[in-house]
């Protein structure tokens, strides 16, 4: 895999990650101050925008490899948000947490090489 | 788990509403939608060309435009699954697509997975069933 695919990829499922993150943050901003205000239709734009991103991206991808072979990188979305976990509410990590995401990012060199 | 909770789950409705048929209408929609795109991503595949990076020429494919309408309608299922059954059951339960995906890439749509592959797709598939739970409960927080 060329680094420009590998690169599309980590766009690809960051901008997922963050569009759905964003997307919740919406929902809350809506439970407490409703639907019309600029807030929460800028949020709801943003994360609209960032899943547009995501899709075309992964429909670029899938002209090129195998759905079996793009499908297993969606883990990396789990490395991203544990990482996330980690520095924006300064979590200590469940062993659980660690082994898991140790398995995905060790599949994920496995099926890159295949 | 709260009293209002459990009451909430006690009270789901029947038929075409149950929140379970739901999330497996849910799931099924995202599996058949992975397939549809992968087909009409390469009925027009034009890999000669840098742009077809951006995926847009994928829009030319009939095939693509069910796939969007089968991630709206997963995603309405999803959202109404959210409000009968808890995210930290319903997400793991949801990644049952993990499973299915590879299996369909495999039996439907005819790719060839090496042994290595296959290896590499078990230990996402094990890593994520772990990781299904405290994953959901990060994201509740996030």
């Given at each position: 895999m060329s680094i420009l695919a590998f690169f599309f990829i980590v766009v690809s499922l960051l901008s997922f990650v963050v569009a759905q993150l964003v997307l919740k943050r919406a929902m809350e901003v809506s439970a407490t101050s409703?639907?019309?205000n600029s807030r929460f239709l800028s949020l709801i734009a943003i994360g609209t925008a960032l899943m547009t991103v995501s899709f075309f991206l992964t429909l670029g991808l899938l002209q090129r490899f195998d759905l079996s072979y793009l499908?297993?990188?969606?883990?990396?979305s789990v490395i991203f948000i544990t990482l996330t976990a980690a520095v924006v509410l300064k979590e200590k990590l469940s062993l659980r947490l660690i082994v898991g995401a140790v398995l995905i990012s060790a599949g994920i060199v496995l099926v890159s090489m295949s | 788990m709260t009293n209002d909770r459990k009451k909430q789950m006690q009270d789901r409705p029947s038929g075409f509403g149950n929140p379970w048929l739901q999330l497996a209408l849910s799931v099924a929609c995202v599996l058949v939608s992975e397939f549809l795109l992968k087909r009409g991503a390469t009925e027009v595949a034009?890999?000669?060309?840098?742009?077809s990076w951006t995926g847009?020429?994928?829009?030319?494919?009939p095939l693509v435009w069910w796939a969007i309408l089968l991630i709206i309608a997963s995603f309405i299922s999803w959202l109404y699954v959210l409000r009968y059954i808890p995210i930290t059951i319903a997400f793991p339960l949801s990644r049952v697509v993990d499973i299915l995906v590879p299996l369909g890439c495999w039996i439907f749509l005819g790719e060839l997975i090496s042994p290595l592959r296959w290896c590499g797709i078990a230990l996402v598939i094990i890593g994520l069933a772990l990781v299904a739970k405290p994953i959901a409960q990060i994201e509740e927080r996030l």
């Open positions: 409703g639907l019309r499908y297993p990188f969606q883990g990396l | 034009n890999t000669d060309s840098a742009w847009v020429n994928g829009l030319a494919s």
